[in-house]
């Protein structure tokens, strides 16, 4: 059974020329234990994506679709039920660790608080904080120290014990190895999949980098104009894609061994302020039908383990 289920979201904010549509019907399962991502450029709606499951989204934001934690549509009973959710069943590693700390804390004292803010007290924060600097893998002392005073790695391990701080099990982790170096991003992934198969953590990894997905995930949905066009396990994904900007990405991505000839993908995505007809990605897309300029492409099953929004998948492709 999924832990968490994302259920038709849609999410679409004011803007003064009409509503901006930031997503648009969005759905994927998570098991425990499970791990996958969501790929595509920037405003894509990724990042809104993971807000909205945190109940975190900016006032006047609407929202419909359900988030389904254990069977329970936590977004129905509005922020009061998304406040005894958030942190404790499901927490978020947001983009740029010197964001996420308080640079006038200790680190641990950060911890301690979130602790204190759950209903623990200042001596379970103590315990909590030194269980947490081992299992992520930061020394004890480090706890004592000021943001500004650790490395970018340490930060980012900190950040991700803060987050762990009241156990949840799903972790949201928005583009966590931004500004790292490659040794340091690869430590961070590798530090993600051991919590999450030693704590049975679902994670949610929010990235544009294609190349780190298989080094974390079981599967990726890869987002266009605020909807999924592909979720298939990453084998698939990386290995054969099948809708036409996941090509693309794939296309647009350094292998390790540097055998891939890189090719960017020219255009740029649509306004998400202005009414979308046929499928978002027809103006970039080399593919592209008579029919793709007037008619959307809905997300379809193509086997129990991947789905694609294509016309010509299953015909061409
Ligand atoms: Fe390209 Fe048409 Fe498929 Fe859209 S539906 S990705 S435009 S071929």
């Given at each position: 059974m999924s832990l968490i289920s994302v259920r038709d979201l849609v999410v679409g904010f004011d803007a003064p020329a009409g509503e901006v549509r930031a997503v648009r019907s969005v759905s994927f399962d998570l098991a425990p234990g499970e791990r996958m991502a969501l790929v595509g450029e920037s405003g894509c709606g990724k990042t809104t994506t993971m807000l909205a499951m945190m109940g975190l989204l900016p006032a006047g934001a609407h929202v419909s679709g359900q988030v389904l934690l254990d069977g329970v549509d936590i977004l129905a009973g509005g922020e009061a039920s998304m406040r005894r959710h958030r942190w404790t069943d499901v927490a978020m590693v947001f983009q740029g660790a010197m964001n996420a700390l308080n640079p006038v804390r200790r680190v641990g004292s950060q911890i301690v608080e979130a602790v204190r803010i759950h209903g623990g007290s200042r001596r379970a924060g103590r315990d909590r904080t030194r269980e947490l600097f081992e299992l992520v893998g930061l020394a004890p002392e480090l706890a004592q120290r000021f943001p500004h005073e650790l490395s970018g790695g340490q930060r980012q391990r900190a950040v991700i014990a803060l987050a762990l701080a009241c156990e949840p099990r799903v972790l949201l982790a928005d583009e966590p190895t931004t500004a790292l170096d490659v040794i340091v991003q690869h430590q961070i992934v590798q530090l993600l999949r051991n919590l999450s198969e030693s704590l049975g953590l679902a994670v949610v990894l929010v990235t544009h980098d294609l190349a780190l997905v298989p080094q974390l995930c079981d599967r990726a949905a890869v987002m266009y104009a605020g909807s999924i066009v592909e979720n298939a396990s990453c084998r698939d994904l990386v290995g054969s894609p099948a809708h036409p900007y996941a090509r693309r990405?794939?296309?647009?991505?350094?292998?390790?061994?540097?055998?891939?000839?890189?090719?960017?993908?020219?255009?740029?995505?649509?306004?998400?302020?202005?009414?979308?007809?046929?499928?978002?990605?027809?103006?970039r897309c080399a593919e592209a039908v008579d029919r793709c300029a007037t008619e959307a492409p809905s997300l379809l099953d193509l086997d129990p383990d991947r789905s694609c929004a294509c016309h010509l998948v299953g015909v061409v492709v």
């Open positions: 990405l794939v296309e647009a991505t350094p292998d390790l061994a540097g055998r891939r000839r890189l090719a960017s993908i020219p255009g740029v995505p649509p306004r998400l302020d202005q009414p979308l007809f046929g499928c978002p990605f027809q103006p």
